[in-house]
DNA sequence: CTAGAGTCCGTACCATGGTACAGAGTCAAG
DNA sequence: CTTGACTCTGTACCATGGTACGGACTCTAG
């Protein structure tokens, strides 16, 4: 029990290395909001399995796209089981990515054109600009 | 001849305006070494076809992934037609944008399964956190 | 010729997402 | 019990990509 509280409840450092950040960007979500402080007995605090699981979520949803500041609402929501918002903010966020995608897709052509012409060796000058002349 | 420069050499505000930008952001971009500052004899800086088009490049390549400086590169690239370089440079980011685009998929479907589960309207709390969970 | 819109230039400020550092306290191994 | 690593709290600073503002000047329509 004492020694899986030890092995479970860690400390700041070994907590932000787990969830693959900083120490100060734990901290960083902390003053967000994002994250809880948890109590100590005075000396240092400790961060038990569900922070973690927090901290790694924030972190997915960070790649997904969602600001800081959605992610603090996607947590409240989840906490009060508000699923008609949070269903709403996940379609939101869906069709905002689709827009995303579409457009790194287009980047992506377009680059491909440049580097293609690039290798090609023609006379011309390098065609840089020209390959986002025709964008989309 | 007097007549096309009036209608294609354009004050300030229009022209930020044909590139899709405030007046604001391209002297923003100006004070970055992105666009010119055109010469004037003591009134209003006046700014040509050219101009635009660098303008409506830097919008296209900023949503290429590029940021402000690596367009700065580019933009230099095009003057000196360093053909290697910009190739390079296309290449790397082509790989970034892939990795992008690989990440924002991801995300996409976990808030698909979000937004599905959420709407099942089942028993259990809303797993917006589980939704992240399994994530890659 | 005058009013009002637009321009010029410098500087300040903003949001986002961190990152750094100082000074004091705490913990754990030798 | 000391030493060195780590932690705590507060505050400052950073890069990126803008956005706003003040005061002077200029341009153009009426």
């Given at each position: 029990m004492v020694q899986s509280q030890a092995e479970?409840?860690?400390p700041i450092g070994t907590f932000?290395?787990?969830?693959g950040v900083g120490v100060e960007t734990v901290r960083y979500y902390q003053r967000q909001?994002?994250?809880r402080v948890p109590k100590s007995a005075g000396g240092m605090r400790r961060y038990g399995p569900e922070d973690l699981r927090r901290l790694r979520f924030i972190r997915h949803a960070q790649s997904a796209g969602f600001t800081l500041s959605e992610i603090g609402e996607l947590l409240?929501?989840?906490a009060c089981d508000d699923r008609k918002r949070a269903r709403q903010m996940a379609l939101t966020r869906i069709d905002a990515l689709d827009r995303k995608l579409a457009e790194l897709q287009a980047a992506r052509s377009s680059l491909m054109r440049l580097?293609?012409?690039c290798n090609s060796g023609g006379s011309g000058?390098?065609?840089i600009l020209s390959a986002f002349d025709a964008w989309r």
């Open positions: 479970e409840f860690l932000a290395r787990k969830g909001g994002l994250l409240e929501l989840d580097a293609v012409e000058p390098c065609p």
